[in-house]
Protein backbone atom coordinates (compact mmCIF):
# COMPACT_ATOMS: atom_id res chain seq x y z
CA UNK A 1 0.00 0.00 0.00
CA UNK A 2 1.54 3.56 -0.66
CA UNK A 3 1.67 6.23 1.81
CA UNK A 4 -1.46 7.85 2.48
CA UNK A 5 0.33 11.16 1.77
CA UNK A 6 1.27 10.46 -1.36
CA UNK A 7 -2.50 8.90 -1.81
CA UNK A 8 -3.69 5.42 -2.08
CA UNK A 9 -5.00 3.77 -5.44
CA UNK A 10 -5.63 0.74 -4.21
CA UNK A 11 -5.57 -1.84 -2.23
CA UNK A 12 -5.32 -5.62 -2.69
CA UNK A 13 -6.87 -7.99 -0.62
CA UNK A 14 -5.68 -12.08 -0.23
CA UNK A 15 -8.21 -14.04 -2.04
CA UNK A 16 -10.00 -16.31 -0.03
CA UNK A 17 -12.68 -19.03 -0.70
CA UNK A 18 -16.61 -18.09 0.15
CA UNK A 19 -18.45 -20.58 1.73
CA UNK A 20 -21.73 -21.24 0.37
CA UNK A 21 -24.64 -20.88 2.51
CA UNK A 22 -27.30 -22.41 0.61
CA UNK A 23 -28.94 -23.20 -2.76
CA UNK A 24 -32.75 -22.18 -4.12
CA UNK A 25 -34.88 -22.16 -7.09
CA UNK A 26 -35.33 -18.74 -6.57
CA UNK A 27 -33.40 -15.77 -4.80
CA UNK A 28 -35.37 -12.35 -4.33
CA UNK A 29 -32.82 -9.31 -3.43
CA UNK A 30 -34.54 -6.68 -1.14
CA UNK A 31 -37.88 -7.30 0.63
CA UNK A 32 -39.53 -3.70 -0.27
CA UNK A 33 -42.95 -3.36 -1.86
CA UNK A 34 -41.57 -5.25 -4.91
CA UNK A 35 -39.40 -7.91 -3.22
CA UNK A 36 -41.34 -9.20 -0.55
CA UNK A 37 -44.71 -10.12 -3.11
CA UNK A 38 -42.44 -11.76 -5.46
CA UNK A 39 -41.01 -13.91 -2.87
CA UNK A 40 -44.58 -14.77 -1.63
CA UNK A 41 -45.29 -15.20 -5.55
CA UNK A 42 -42.49 -17.24 -6.00
CA UNK A 43 -42.86 -19.72 -3.16
CA UNK A 44 -46.57 -20.30 -3.56
CA UNK A 45 -45.48 -21.43 -6.69
CA UNK A 46 -43.71 -24.31 -5.26
CA UNK A 47 -39.94 -22.54 -5.27
CA UNK A 48 -37.75 -22.65 -3.35
CA UNK A 49 -37.22 -19.03 -1.67
CA UNK A 50 -34.61 -17.07 -0.13
CA UNK A 51 -35.40 -12.97 0.49
CA UNK A 52 -32.61 -11.17 1.49
CA UNK A 53 -32.99 -7.77 3.29
CA UNK A 54 -30.20 -5.88 4.39
CA UNK A 55 -32.59 -4.39 7.39
CA UNK A 56 -33.99 -5.73 10.49
CA UNK A 57 -37.40 -5.63 9.01
CA UNK A 58 -39.47 -5.90 5.50
CA UNK A 59 -41.13 -2.94 3.40
CA UNK A 60 -38.62 -1.36 2.55
CA UNK A 61 -40.10 1.89 1.26
CA UNK A 62 -43.07 1.36 2.96
CA UNK A 63 -41.45 0.88 6.04
CA UNK A 64 -37.65 2.07 6.57
CA UNK A 65 -38.87 4.83 4.06
CA UNK A 66 -42.14 5.67 6.22
CA UNK A 67 -44.09 6.43 2.69
CA UNK A 68 -47.10 5.26 4.51
CA UNK A 69 -49.50 5.72 1.93
CA UNK A 70 -50.79 3.82 -0.87
CA UNK A 71 -52.48 5.32 -4.16
CA UNK A 72 -55.34 4.18 -6.10
CA UNK A 73 -55.72 0.94 -8.00
CA UNK A 74 -59.21 2.21 -9.73
CA UNK A 75 -59.00 3.63 -12.87
CA UNK A 76 -62.54 4.95 -13.01
CA UNK A 77 -64.46 2.07 -14.28
CA UNK A 78 -62.35 -1.29 -12.64
CA UNK A 79 -60.23 -2.29 -9.56
CA UNK A 80 -57.16 -2.58 -11.53
CA UNK A 81 -55.22 -5.58 -9.04
CA UNK A 82 -55.93 -9.20 -7.79
CA UNK A 83 -53.78 -11.72 -6.45
CA UNK A 84 -51.48 -10.97 -3.74
CA UNK A 85 -51.33 -7.81 -4.29
CA UNK A 86 -55.12 -7.36 -3.38
CA UNK A 87 -54.84 -9.67 -0.54
CA UNK A 88 -51.84 -7.62 1.01
CA UNK A 89 -53.90 -4.42 1.04
CA UNK A 90 -57.07 -6.19 2.19
CA UNK A 91 -54.53 -8.34 5.10
CA UNK A 92 -52.84 -4.68 5.90
CA UNK A 93 -56.55 -3.45 6.73
CA UNK A 94 -57.83 -6.46 8.56
CA UNK A 95 -54.78 -6.77 10.87
CA UNK A 96 -55.62 -3.04 12.06
CA UNK A 97 -53.41 -1.00 11.39
CA UNK A 98 -54.50 0.93 7.93
CA UNK A 99 -58.14 2.27 6.45
CA UNK A 100 -59.19 3.14 3.00
CA UNK A 101 -59.72 6.18 2.60
CA UNK A 102 -61.88 5.09 -0.25
CA UNK A 103 -63.42 1.81 -0.36
CA UNK A 104 -63.49 1.59 -4.50
CA UNK A 105 -59.84 3.14 -4.89
CA UNK A 106 -58.62 1.03 -2.25
CA UNK A 107 -56.56 4.43 -1.41
CA UNK A 108 -54.46 3.43 2.16
CA UNK A 109 -53.01 5.09 4.80
CA UNK A 110 -51.27 2.55 7.44
CA UNK A 111 -49.17 2.64 10.40
CA UNK A 112 -45.34 1.66 9.39
CA UNK A 113 -45.26 -0.97 12.40
CA UNK A 114 -48.59 -2.52 10.94
CA UNK A 115 -46.77 -2.33 7.41
CA UNK A 116 -43.88 -3.98 9.16
CA UNK A 117 -46.16 -7.54 10.41
CA UNK A 118 -48.17 -8.17 7.60
CA UNK A 119 -45.26 -8.24 5.43
CA UNK A 120 -43.71 -10.63 8.04
CA UNK A 121 -46.58 -12.97 8.71
CA UNK A 122 -47.39 -13.43 4.67
CA UNK A 123 -43.62 -14.15 4.05
CA UNK A 124 -43.42 -16.66 6.60
CA UNK A 125 -46.70 -18.31 5.91
CA UNK A 126 -45.71 -18.49 2.82
CA UNK A 127 -42.78 -20.71 3.56
CA UNK A 128 -40.24 -18.33 2.40
CA UNK A 129 -36.73 -18.56 3.73
CA UNK A 130 -35.84 -15.09 5.16
CA UNK A 131 -32.57 -13.29 5.88
CA UNK A 132 -32.26 -10.02 7.07
CA UNK A 133 -29.10 -7.83 7.95
CA UNK A 134 -27.65 -9.04 4.83
CA UNK A 135 -26.02 -6.92 2.31
CA UNK A 136 -25.67 -8.22 -0.98
CA UNK A 137 -22.79 -7.24 -2.36
CA UNK A 138 -21.38 -8.69 -5.66
CA UNK A 139 -22.91 -11.29 -8.40
CA UNK A 140 -21.73 -14.54 -8.87
CA UNK A 141 -21.31 -15.09 -12.66
CA UNK A 142 -20.70 -18.03 -15.27
CA UNK A 143 -20.40 -16.06 -18.61
CA UNK A 144 -23.65 -14.09 -18.85
CA UNK A 145 -25.51 -15.79 -16.69
CA UNK A 146 -26.09 -15.22 -13.03
CA UNK A 147 -26.17 -18.30 -10.62
CA UNK A 148 -26.35 -16.70 -7.50
CA UNK A 149 -24.78 -13.73 -5.52
CA UNK A 150 -22.17 -12.64 -2.57
CA UNK A 151 -23.47 -11.62 0.90
CA UNK A 152 -21.55 -9.31 3.72
CA UNK A 153 -23.26 -9.41 7.34
CA UNK A 154 -22.06 -9.98 10.67
CA UNK A 155 -21.79 -13.77 9.56
CA UNK A 156 -19.22 -12.55 7.25
CA UNK A 157 -19.23 -13.08 3.42
CA UNK A 158 -20.84 -15.79 2.11
CA UNK A 159 -22.33 -17.01 -1.42
CA UNK A 160 -25.81 -17.85 -2.05
CA UNK A 161 -26.93 -20.28 -5.20
CA UNK A 162 -30.08 -19.75 -7.13
CA UNK A 163 -31.11 -21.07 -10.73
CA UNK A 164 -33.13 -17.57 -10.94
CA UNK A 165 -32.11 -14.03 -9.13
CA UNK A 166 -34.44 -11.22 -8.88
CA UNK A 167 -33.02 -7.94 -8.35
CA UNK A 168 -35.64 -6.10 -6.14
CA UNK A 169 -33.25 -3.64 -4.68
CA UNK A 170 -34.72 -0.63 -6.02
CA UNK A 171 -31.29 0.60 -7.62
CA UNK A 172 -30.39 -2.18 -10.05
CA UNK A 173 -27.56 -3.14 -7.58
CA UNK A 174 -27.39 -7.25 -8.80
CA UNK A 175 -28.53 -6.27 -11.85
CA UNK A 176 -25.56 -3.95 -12.49
CA UNK A 177 -22.93 -6.31 -10.76
CA UNK A 178 -23.78 -8.79 -13.19
CA UNK A 179 -22.71 -6.28 -16.04
CA UNK A 180 -26.15 -5.01 -17.13
CA UNK A 181 -26.46 -1.37 -18.62
CA UNK A 182 -28.36 1.67 -17.03
CA UNK A 183 -29.45 5.29 -17.47
CA UNK A 184 -30.04 7.26 -14.66
CA UNK A 185 -31.83 10.82 -14.53
CA UNK A 186 -31.29 12.55 -18.04
CA UNK A 187 -27.73 12.18 -18.67
CA UNK A 188 -26.54 10.10 -15.74
CA UNK A 189 -26.26 13.03 -13.03
CA UNK A 190 -27.45 13.68 -9.86
CA UNK A 191 -28.29 17.12 -11.37
CA UNK A 192 -31.13 15.47 -13.35
CA UNK A 193 -32.37 13.48 -10.46
CA UNK A 194 -35.29 13.92 -8.63
CA UNK A 195 -35.17 15.54 -4.82
CA UNK A 196 -35.50 12.99 -2.11
CA UNK A 197 -37.48 13.44 1.04
CA UNK A 198 -37.42 12.51 4.45
CA UNK A 199 -40.84 11.25 5.70
CA UNK A 200 -42.11 11.86 9.55
CA UNK A 201 -45.06 11.46 11.31
CA UNK A 202 -46.19 13.75 14.20
CA UNK A 203 -48.31 13.49 16.60
CA UNK A 204 -51.04 15.17 19.05
CA UNK A 205 -52.52 16.43 15.52
CA UNK A 206 -56.27 17.80 15.91
CA UNK A 207 -57.37 16.37 12.88
CA UNK A 208 -60.68 18.36 13.06
CA UNK A 209 -58.99 21.50 11.80
CA UNK A 210 -55.94 20.45 9.56
CA UNK A 211 -57.07 21.82 6.45
CA UNK A 212 -58.53 19.98 3.32
CA UNK A 213 -57.43 21.42 0.30
CA UNK A 214 -54.20 21.76 -1.57
CA UNK A 215 -54.69 25.14 -2.01
CA UNK A 216 -54.91 25.92 1.79
CA UNK A 217 -51.95 24.04 2.57
CA UNK A 218 -50.02 25.90 -0.36
CA UNK A 219 -51.16 29.17 1.31
CA UNK A 220 -49.58 28.18 4.54
CA UNK A 221 -46.14 27.30 3.15
CA UNK A 222 -46.11 30.66 0.89
CA UNK A 223 -46.55 32.83 3.87
CA UNK A 224 -44.20 30.54 5.72
CA UNK A 225 -41.64 31.09 3.06
CA UNK A 226 -42.58 34.79 2.66
CA UNK A 227 -41.76 35.41 6.35
CA UNK A 228 -38.14 34.02 5.87
CA UNK A 229 -39.25 30.73 7.73
CA UNK A 230 -39.37 28.55 4.98
CA UNK A 231 -36.03 27.30 4.87
CA UNK A 232 -36.91 23.86 2.36
CA UNK A 233 -35.70 24.03 -0.79
CA UNK A 234 -39.77 23.08 -2.72
CA UNK A 235 -42.83 25.46 -2.34
CA UNK A 236 -45.34 22.82 -1.28
CA UNK A 237 -46.17 20.29 0.92
CA UNK A 238 -46.23 16.64 -1.10
CA UNK A 239 -48.50 14.76 0.31
CA UNK A 240 -50.26 13.86 4.01
CA UNK A 241 -52.55 11.92 5.96
CA UNK A 242 -53.83 10.68 9.20
CA UNK A 243 -52.28 7.73 10.35
CA UNK A 244 -54.13 5.77 12.65
CA UNK A 245 -52.01 3.46 15.19
CA UNK A 246 -52.92 -0.37 15.92
CA UNK A 247 -54.83 -0.53 19.08
CA UNK A 248 -54.32 3.30 19.70
CA UNK A 249 -57.22 5.24 20.76
CA UNK A 250 -58.93 6.66 17.62
CA UNK A 251 -59.12 10.36 19.03
CA UNK A 252 -59.31 12.91 16.30
CA UNK A 253 -58.18 15.67 18.39
CA UNK A 254 -55.22 13.89 19.56
CA UNK A 255 -54.23 11.95 16.10
CA UNK A 256 -50.92 11.32 14.05
CA UNK A 257 -50.14 12.54 10.27
CA UNK A 258 -47.35 11.65 8.24
CA UNK A 259 -45.72 14.92 6.44
CA UNK A 260 -44.16 13.97 3.07
CA UNK A 261 -42.41 18.00 2.89
CA UNK A 262 -38.46 17.46 2.86
CA UNK A 263 -36.52 17.78 0.00
CA UNK A 264 -32.92 17.47 -0.61
CA UNK A 265 -31.74 18.63 -3.84
CA UNK A 266 -28.79 16.29 -6.59
CA UNK A 267 -28.70 13.09 -4.64
CA UNK A 268 -27.43 10.21 -6.40
CA UNK A 269 -29.30 7.12 -4.59
CA UNK A 270 -26.23 4.68 -5.60
CA UNK A 271 -23.63 7.13 -4.06
CA UNK A 272 -22.78 6.89 -0.11
CA UNK A 273 -21.44 10.51 0.36
CA UNK A 274 -24.87 11.76 -1.69
CA UNK A 275 -26.49 9.24 0.85
CA UNK A 276 -25.17 10.77 3.77
CA UNK A 277 -25.82 14.16 2.75
CA UNK A 278 -29.64 13.25 2.04
CA UNK A 279 -29.55 12.40 5.53
CA UNK A 280 -27.95 14.96 7.29
CA UNK A 281 -29.49 17.81 5.52
CA UNK A 282 -33.54 16.27 5.55
CA UNK A 283 -32.87 15.64 9.26
CA UNK A 284 -31.73 19.39 9.82
CA UNK A 285 -35.25 20.35 7.64
CA UNK A 286 -36.97 18.84 9.92
CA UNK A 287 -36.83 20.69 12.57
CA UNK A 288 -37.88 23.79 10.49
CA UNK A 289 -40.61 21.56 9.09
CA UNK A 290 -42.70 20.91 12.19
CA UNK A 291 -41.99 24.06 13.78
CA UNK A 292 -43.55 25.95 10.70
CA UNK A 293 -46.50 23.10 10.92
CA UNK A 294 -47.30 24.30 14.54
CA UNK A 295 -47.12 27.55 13.60
CA UNK A 296 -48.80 28.36 10.37
CA UNK A 297 -51.01 25.22 9.69
CA UNK A 298 -54.46 25.13 11.55
CA UNK A 299 -54.87 22.13 13.92
CA UNK A 300 -50.98 21.26 13.98
CA UNK A 301 -50.63 23.70 16.88
CA UNK A 302 -49.73 21.54 19.60
CA UNK A 303 -48.21 18.88 17.43
CA UNK A 304 -45.06 17.13 17.87
CA UNK A 305 -42.38 14.97 16.15
CA UNK A 306 -43.47 11.38 16.72
CA UNK A 307 -40.93 9.87 14.54
CA UNK A 308 -38.98 9.99 11.00
CA UNK A 309 -38.05 7.42 8.87
CA UNK A 310 -34.92 5.40 8.84
CA UNK A 311 -34.36 6.38 5.73
CA UNK A 312 -34.53 9.20 3.14
CA UNK A 313 -36.88 7.99 0.51
CA UNK A 314 -35.35 7.93 -3.33
CA UNK A 315 -37.35 8.40 -6.27
CA UNK A 316 -35.59 7.58 -8.91
CA UNK A 317 -31.59 6.00 -9.81
CA UNK A 318 -30.67 3.41 -12.05
CA UNK A 319 -32.94 2.41 -14.97
CA UNK A 320 -31.90 -0.71 -16.00
CA UNK A 321 -32.09 -1.41 -20.14
CA UNK A 322 -34.40 -4.07 -20.48
CA UNK A 323 -35.39 -6.18 -23.87
CA UNK A 324 -37.81 -3.14 -23.94
CA UNK A 325 -38.28 0.34 -22.45
CA UNK A 326 -41.40 1.34 -21.53
CA UNK A 327 -42.08 5.17 -22.27
CA UNK A 328 -43.82 8.00 -21.97
CA UNK A 329 -46.17 7.61 -24.69
CA UNK A 330 -46.85 3.77 -23.44
CA UNK A 331 -48.39 4.89 -20.17
CA UNK A 332 -50.64 7.91 -21.87
CA UNK A 333 -51.62 6.53 -24.41
CA UNK A 334 -52.76 3.48 -22.33
CA UNK A 335 -50.54 0.99 -24.64
CA UNK A 336 -51.88 -2.82 -24.45
CA UNK A 337 -48.76 -5.49 -24.77
CA UNK A 338 -49.06 -9.17 -25.84
CA UNK A 339 -46.63 -9.57 -23.27
CA UNK A 340 -48.15 -7.16 -21.12
CA UNK A 341 -48.02 -8.66 -17.14
CA UNK A 342 -48.90 -5.54 -15.37
CA UNK A 343 -51.62 -3.13 -15.66
CA UNK A 344 -51.21 0.32 -14.21
CA UNK A 345 -53.30 3.67 -14.65
CA UNK A 346 -51.27 6.21 -12.02
CA UNK A 347 -50.70 9.75 -13.42
CA UNK A 348 -46.93 10.21 -13.91
CA UNK A 349 -45.42 12.48 -11.72
CA UNK A 350 -41.70 13.42 -12.29
CA UNK A 351 -40.33 16.49 -9.32
CA UNK A 352 -38.93 19.06 -10.29
CA UNK A 353 -34.68 18.49 -10.20
CA UNK A 354 -34.88 22.52 -8.65
CA UNK A 355 -37.25 21.06 -6.05
CA UNK A 356 -40.03 23.85 -6.60
CA UNK A 357 -42.74 21.29 -7.50
CA UNK A 358 -44.08 18.51 -10.11
CA UNK A 359 -46.55 18.34 -12.10
CA UNK A 360 -49.25 15.48 -12.98
CA UNK A 361 -50.27 13.89 -16.43
CA UNK A 362 -52.82 11.98 -16.06
CA UNK A 363 -54.48 9.16 -18.34
CA UNK A 364 -57.96 9.22 -19.62
CA UNK A 365 -60.64 7.83 -17.24
CA UNK A 366 -61.18 3.81 -17.65
CA UNK A 367 -58.24 3.27 -19.34
CA UNK A 368 -54.92 1.47 -17.97
CA UNK A 369 -51.21 1.03 -19.44
CA UNK A 370 -49.82 -2.60 -19.21
CA UNK A 371 -45.71 -3.05 -18.40
CA UNK A 372 -44.69 -5.94 -20.31
CA UNK A 373 -42.67 -8.82 -19.73
CA UNK A 374 -39.72 -8.09 -21.63
CA UNK A 375 -39.07 -4.66 -19.61
CA UNK A 376 -38.26 -6.65 -16.32
CA UNK A 377 -35.57 -8.24 -18.47
CA UNK A 378 -31.59 -6.89 -18.78
CA UNK A 379 -30.13 -7.20 -22.03
CA UNK A 380 -27.39 -9.59 -22.19
CA UNK A 381 -27.92 -11.21 -18.94
CA UNK A 382 -29.57 -14.38 -18.02
CA UNK A 383 -31.19 -16.23 -15.17
CA UNK A 384 -32.12 -12.51 -14.11
CA UNK A 385 -35.04 -10.34 -13.40
CA UNK A 386 -35.49 -6.80 -12.22
CA UNK A 387 -38.15 -5.49 -10.53
CA UNK A 388 -39.72 -2.26 -9.26
CA UNK A 389 -38.34 0.73 -9.49
CA UNK A 390 -35.12 -0.14 -11.48
CA UNK A 391 -37.26 -2.11 -14.12
CA UNK A 392 -36.20 -1.10 -17.88
CA UNK A 393 -38.58 2.77 -18.09
CA UNK A 394 -37.72 6.17 -19.75
CA UNK A 395 -37.63 8.79 -16.27
CA UNK A 396 -41.33 9.74 -17.49
CA UNK A 397 -42.85 6.40 -17.65
CA UNK A 398 -40.70 5.52 -13.94
CA UNK A 399 -42.97 8.80 -13.05
CA UNK A 400 -46.11 6.29 -12.71
CA UNK A 401 -44.79 3.24 -12.53
CA UNK A 402 -42.46 3.63 -9.39
CA UNK A 403 -45.33 3.90 -6.84
CA UNK A 404 -45.88 1.01 -4.45
CA UNK A 405 -49.06 0.12 -5.76
CA UNK A 406 -47.37 -0.58 -9.06
CA UNK A 407 -44.31 -1.93 -8.06
CA UNK A 408 -45.87 -4.51 -6.17
CA UNK A 409 -47.65 -6.57 -9.27
CA UNK A 410 -44.39 -6.00 -10.61
CA UNK A 411 -43.37 -8.24 -8.39
CA UNK A 412 -45.75 -11.23 -8.47
CA UNK A 413 -45.42 -11.22 -12.19
CA UNK A 414 -41.89 -11.73 -12.11
CA UNK A 415 -42.22 -13.91 -8.40
CA UNK A 416 -44.22 -16.32 -10.92
CA UNK A 417 -41.86 -15.74 -13.79
CA UNK A 418 -38.86 -16.81 -11.96
CA UNK A 419 -40.76 -20.30 -10.46
CA UNK A 420 -41.98 -20.80 -13.76
CA UNK A 421 -38.41 -20.86 -15.07
CA UNK A 422 -37.04 -22.43 -12.26
CA UNK A 423 -39.27 -25.29 -12.85
CA UNK A 424 -38.19 -25.45 -16.36
CA UNK A 425 -34.61 -25.49 -15.67
CA UNK A 426 -34.99 -22.28 -18.08
CA UNK A 427 -33.70 -18.87 -18.25
CA UNK A 428 -37.02 -16.16 -17.37
CA UNK A 429 -36.07 -15.15 -21.03
CA UNK A 430 -37.00 -18.50 -22.69
CA UNK A 431 -40.48 -18.48 -21.07
CA UNK A 432 -43.52 -18.28 -23.10
CA UNK A 433 -44.82 -14.75 -21.80
CA UNK A 434 -48.49 -16.04 -22.14
CA UNK A 435 -47.49 -18.78 -19.66
CA UNK A 436 -46.93 -16.01 -16.60
CA UNK A 437 -50.19 -14.24 -18.27
CA UNK A 438 -52.11 -17.10 -17.81
CA UNK A 439 -50.89 -17.75 -14.13
CA UNK A 440 -51.53 -14.54 -13.47
CA UNK A 441 -55.21 -13.95 -14.88
CA UNK A 442 -55.81 -17.39 -12.88
CA UNK A 443 -55.21 -15.44 -9.73
CA UNK A 444 -56.44 -11.85 -10.53
CA UNK A 445 -53.56 -9.63 -10.88
CA UNK A 446 -53.63 -8.79 -13.97
CA UNK A 447 -57.44 -8.49 -16.10
CA UNK A 448 -58.93 -10.92 -18.30
CA UNK A 449 -59.38 -9.83 -21.83
Known sequence: MKDLEKGVIAITEE?????????????VCGGGPSGFIAAIASARKGAKTLLIERYGFLGGTATAGMMVEFGSIYNGTDVLLGGVTHEFLHCLTEYGGAYRTNEKTHHTIFDPESMIMVCQNMVLQSKVTVRLHTLIVSSIMEGNKITGVITESKSGREAFLGKVIIDATGDGD?????????QMGIDNSS??????????ILGNVDATRVPQSYDEWLANVTEARKNGEWLIPTERIFSWGRVKKRGAPDDPHRSFFFINGTNVLNINGCDTQDLTRAEIESRNQVECLVECMRKYFPGFEESYLDRTAAQAGIRETRRIIGDYTLTRDDVLSARHFSDGVVPACNSIDVHDSEGKDFAHEYLSSGTYYEIPYRSFLPVGIENLLVTGRSFSSDRFALGSARVMVVCMPMGAACGIAAALASEKNSSPRRLNPEEVRIQLKKEGTILSP
Do not use: N, R, W
Open 15 to 27: SKKTPVAGKYDVI
Open 174 to 182: VAVSAGATY
Open 191 to 200: EDLQPVTLEV
